[in-house]
């Protein structure tokens, strides 16, 4: 569905609890932990909690959070993902 990038109205949910094994199944982790994005000791310590934690935690809704504040998890998705999509997307309309 995503292949042309097509719009549409339905809205897709995705149990990434069911995804992981499959995403991390060849990773290496010394070389996630070397992204950049982990560069700072807290965010990699704030993903480990998310990844170690038996709640369901959404970095955009502090509801989910409990105690902890994912912040700098959510500032980091922003600054350095989220910024790489519509940078790619704007060289693909571009071209």
């Keep these: 569905m ?16 069911d995804l992981m094994p499959f995403l991390v199944s060849n990773a290496e982790p010394e070389t996630i932990r070397e992204s950049p994005i982990f560069s700072e000791p807290e ?12 709640a369901d935690i959404n970095i955009y809704d502090a ?5 902890t504040d994912y ?14 999509c519509s940078h790619h997307h704007q ?5």
């Design 2 to 17: 995503l292949k042309d990038h097509s719009r549409n109205d339905v809205n897709v949910t995705i149990n990434l609890r």
């Design 43 to 54: 965010v990699w310590e704030l993903c480990m909690k998310i990844a170690q934690s038996t």
């Design 63 to 67: 509801a989910t959070w409990g105690d």
């Design 71 to 84: 912040t700098p998890v959510f500032n980091d998705v922003h600054t350095r993902i989220a910024n790489h």
């Design 91 to 95: 060289q693909q309309v571009e071209a």
